[in-house]
């Protein structure tokens, strides 16, 4: 039987019922294809497909030029509530979608 855990780790289609409760943190498209980086009581946690910082004043409040500002991407999850869900879609054995779980790892001492 397939959980909603063996999702964890892979790559799935999910789409949103409003997409307006997201819109704050970047994602503007009603559905796309997201890591499913955890899931807990109140959702499931998805990796950000690309949050960029930019500094664009200086200490004194000033503007800074363009071709000047530093962009960053860092890494970032966001959580989508369950019922904000419609639907989520999973390829499993796909390449580059379906992965290993890291909960299914053969290790320890062998006799």
């Known amino acids: 039987m397939f959980k909603i855990e ?3 780790g892979d790559i799935v289609f ?3 019922r409003d997409v307006e ?4 943190l970047g994602i503007t498209s009603s559905s796309g294809h997201y890591l499913i ?3 807990d009581h ?5 990796e950000h497909p690309g949050v960029i910082l930019a500094k664009t004043v200086d200490e004194e409040g000033k503007p800074i030029p363009d071709e000047k500002i530093i962009r960053e991407k860092v890494d970032a999850n966001f959580l ?3 019922d904000n869900i419609k639907s989520i879609m999973h390829y499993p054995d796909r390449e580059g979608y379906d992965f290993p779980s890291e909960f299914n790892l053969d290790i320890g001492f062998k006799k």
Do not use: P
């Not at 409760?21 to 704050?24: E, F, G, N, V």
């Open 42 to 46: 109140i959702g499931v946690w998805l």
């Open 21 to 24: 409760r997201i819109r704050d």
């Open 6 to 8: 063996d999702t964890i």
């Open 14 to 16: 999910i789409a949103f």
């Open 37 to 39: 980086k955890g899931i």
């Open 80 to 82: 989508v509530t369950w």
